[in-house]
T-cell receptor, first 113, second 115 residues
Framework: QQKVQQSPESLIVPEGGMASLNCTSSDRNVDYFWWYRQHSGKSPKMLMSIFSNGEKEEGRFTVHLNKASLHTSLHIRDSQPSDSALYLCAANNSGGSNAKLTFGKGTKLSVKS | GPKVLQIPSHQIIDMGQMVTLNCDPVSNHLYFYWYKQILGQQMEFLVNFYNGKVMEKSKLFKDQFSVERPDGSYFTLKIQPTALEDSAVYFC?????????????FGAGTRLSVL
């Protein structure tokens, strides 16, 4: 059974718009989340990580975490065509250790100019 | 930024043969990983490796699989013999440490097709 669920599967937003991506873990022991971005044919690259309740902002990217519901979301404001990619959510339950991550299937974001 | 290189990008092999997937990790990294992604599915952890030894492996890491990094050269995943269900994209990753401050750097993957 898949333990990290991402929604939506795909998302189209206009250039300059806001993209909101969701991720939930069904493993109650999860305590750390990562967001990765993977452009087509390229390697996944880590965007942001979060383990505390609340939000974390880096430039146009904001990550929220609700530990009670094990739900995290990634918001991209002023979306650019270069943001078009597959966004992967990963989680683990090892106190922040990245030794063994559980990934979701990803959300495919398309930003249309 | 730091790069993990995977060679080759695509490998086609007949069932039952041996295959070795090569990974050139970031130069000063000490921890190495393989993940497997079947078409349409999520990436799944296979194994991690440190100081010449497997630290942890998943149930996907079958007896036919082995990993090594001889003398600081490529970090390799060997499958012998291959089976049809081994067809997937295999991602290599490396990091300088295990905690959340140590970013996992991934390669672009090797697509393995077992015929």
């Amino acid at each position: 059974q898949q333990k990290v669920q991402q929604s939506p599967e795909s998302l189209i937003v206009p250039e300059g718009g806001m993209a909101s991506l969701n991720c939930t873990s069904s493993d109650r022991n999860v305590d750390y989340f990562w967001w990765y971005r993977q452009h087509s044919g390229k390697s996944p690259k880590m965007l942001m990580s979060i383990f505390s309740n609340g939000e974390k902002e880096e430039g146009r990217f904001t990550v929220h975490l609700n530990k009670a519901s094990l739900h995290t979301s990634l918001h991209i404001r002023d979306s650019q065509p270069s943001d078009s990619a597959l966004y992967l959510c990963a989680a683990n339950n090892s106190g922040g250790s990245n030794a063994k991550l559980t990934f979701g299937k990803g959300t495919k974001l398309s930003v249309k100019s | 930024g730091p790069k993990v290189l995977q060679i080759p990008s695509h490998q086609i092999i007949d069932m039952g043969q041996m295959v070795t997937l090569n990974c050139d990790p970031v130069s000063n990294h000490l921890y190495f990983y393989w993940y497997k992604q079947i078409l349409g599915q999520q990436m799944e952890f296979l194994v991690n490796f440190y100081n010449g030894k497997v630290m942890e492996k998943s149930k996907l890491f079958k007896d036919q699989f082995s990993v090594e990094r001889p003398d600081g050269s490529y970090f390799t995943l060997k499958i012998q013999p291959t089976a049809l269900e081994d067809s997937a994209v295999y991602f290599c990753a490396s990091s300088s440490g295990l905690n959340s401050q140590n970013t996992l750097y991934f390669g672009a993957g090797t697509r393995l097709s077992v015929l």
